[in-house]
């Protein structure tokens, strides 16, 4: 009665599910379009805490921070990971596939012969199967799963007139659903109870699937800022200008013989070119408050998958922006970020809106030690706690930042860095 073919889940991983992207970024922690390593520490915070290095990935106004007596730096890579399985979805499909192998086995082992000599054996194996792939079904009915992961490599070049740094990134997010069929519970059922025995070709009767979408969204773009006088207050003004490429992947199949091997297909693959924008705002209050403003992806765009067995999504490029605050001493720097916009994705998934607070204390002049705290604030994504160090031997000249995140619903972490300032 089951297909041919047993199921080998996608694994959740960005090896598995997102293979294009080992050049570099996903997607970050607070949402935007990056990941690194010292901001996700302090939470996902950076838009007035960012270092002039990293202030491409986060606000490009901050590349004002640094001054012509300052090195050029350059990130080289930044990358990280995030996922969430909050209901064990792929150890579930992984029972399932066990399951249709052993109802597989059951139908392959015996004839007619066996059934007429052994029909309380035969019968037992089949009702026994039954039960188990229908109690499997419901358990996974409903169950969802998602992951990020990006890298990416910045060259920022300080001075006092105009600075600018060049900026490659990518960034990509999985979004796996399985939709289970309450005929197929029943059917399921029925054959457990005694009350039908399955016949060839009632395989074309079950309906459950699952969809697995990904979304790989590469930026090349260089950012370039400057301070303006307004009144007696200094204000930086940043922007970067990118050229954007998206791949979206959309795999649909039956959940009894989905094949993780065929997610990232190409046929399956859409490919869209297009330009977009970064901007940013910042100012420094006093000697310790830096207030800043960012938006990421000014342009919108709806980018459409490919339709598979009937199944099409569409994946949205909106505009992020996020207010930022920070309060910085020689030894301590604190952080607050608060999106003001949605973070959408996919339209099947939900939006989500954040918010983040950290800290950073420098305990010696090579050592800081990070911490922060991470949430949605429409409680559609998982909240996560955040910590990490970083490392500046040879007076500052190399900068190794480690970080790894722990939340509800299953969700980890892990974001590494690696920076030269020359």
Do not use: C
Not at 127 to 147: I, V
Not at 205 to 227: C, K, M, N, P, Q
Not at 313 to 336: C, F, N
Request: overall charge negative; hydrophobic content about 40%; proline content about 3%.
């Amino acid at each position: 009665m089951m297909a041919k073919k047993s199921i080998h889940f996608l694994k959740l991983s960005p090896a598995a599910a997102l293979m294009p992207l080992m050049f570099t970024s996903f997607s970050s922690l607070a949402a935007g379009s990056y990941f690194d390593a010292r901001n996700d520490a302090m939470g996902g915070t950076g838009v007035a805490s960012s270092n002039y290095t990293t202030a491409p990935l986060s606000n490009p106004a901050l590349l004002t921070k640094g001054r012509a007596e300052d090195n050029v730096s350059v990130i080289l890579p930044s990358v990280g990971v995030q996922i969430t399985d909050k209901n064990k979805m792929v150890d579930k499909i992984d029972d399932v596939t066990n399951t249709v192998d052993r109802y597989q086995d059951v139908f392959n082992g015996f004839d007619l012969q066996d059934l007429l000599t052994n029909p309380t054996g035969v019968i037992g194996s089949v009702r026994s199967a039954s039960g188990d792939l229908a109690n499997q079904l419901r358990d996974l009915r409903g169950n969802k799963a998602n992951g990020s992961a990006g890298a990416a490599i910045v060259v920022a070049v300080p001075n006092e007139t105009l600075p600018f740094a060049f900026v490659a990134k990518a960034y990509g997010t999985a979004h796996l659903q399985a939709d289970v069929a309450q005929s197929d519970i029943d059917y399921l059922d029925s054959v457990a109870n005694g009350s039908i025995f399955p016949m060839p070709g009632d395989q074309y009767l079950l309906r459950s699937s699952a969809t697995g979408v990904a979304a790989i969204v590469a930026d090349y773009g260089i950012a370039v800022a400057h301070e303006f006088k307004i009144g007696e207050q200094s204000v930086s003004v940043g922007i970067t200008p990118k050229l954007q490429q998206t791949r979206l992947y959309n795999y649909r199949a039956s959940v009894y013989n989905f094949d993780k091997d065929k997610v990232t297909d190409s046929e399956y693959r859409t490919n869209d070119t297009g330009f977009n924008l970064d901007a940013g705002l910042s100012t420094d209050v006093g000697e310790n408050w830096t207030f800043g403003l960012s938006a990421q992806n000014l342009i919108s765009r709806d980018i459409k998958t490919k339709e598979v067995n009937g199944y099409q999504d569409t994946y949205q490029i909106r505009p992020l922006v996020t207010a930022g605050a920070a309060w910085h001493t020689e030894k301590l720097t604190a952080s607050l970020d608060v999106d003001a916009t949605r973070t959408k994705r996919f339209k099947s998934q939900d939006d989500s809106q954040y918010a983040g607070v950290g800290v950073e204390y420098r305990v010696l002049d090579w050592l800081q030690l990070r911490g922060g705290y991470h949430a949605d604030m429409k409680s559609n994504d998982a909240n996560v706690f955040s910590a990490g160090f970083g490392l500046s031997p040879f007076n500052n000249r190399v900068h190794l930042d480690l970080a790894g995140s722990v939340g509800e619903d299953d969700t980890w972490g892990a974001m590494a860095q690696l920076g030269f300032s020359f």
